[in-house]
């Protein structure tokens, strides 16, 4: 039994992904073991702001991890938020059982 922790990325905004990226798998890699990045499967993201509906493309990241560390997923998504410009980046848990 295991998570898989999907990340959605901003391709799109203020600071470019491929800015950032690089340091994003390094510090995936050292903490989980790996990561794996959907590069040539992006995705678009749409939401209604209240005014209009806004869509941006996504780059899903997945790691699997024996346990849900909550306190460092919630830590680690403010710093990517901060550091990709962004009002939100989704981060999301599944429960999984490997073959």
Known sequence: MAYLIEIL?????PEPLQ??????????AERFG?????????AEGFWDDGDQVQHDGILV?????????????TG???RLQKQ??????????SFIERA
């Open 84 to 93: 990709l410009k962004q009002d939100e980046v989704v981060i999301r848990s």
């Open 61 to 73: 990241v997945e790691v699997m991890a024996d346990i849900f560390d909550r306190a460092w997923w």
């Open 19 to 28: 800015e950032s990226i690089g340091g994003i798998r390094d510090e995936l």
């Open 76 to 78: 680690y998504k403010y």
């Open 9 to 13: 990325l901003p391709t799109t905004g």
């Open 34 to 42: 790996g990561a794996t990045f959907h590069l040539n499967a992006p």
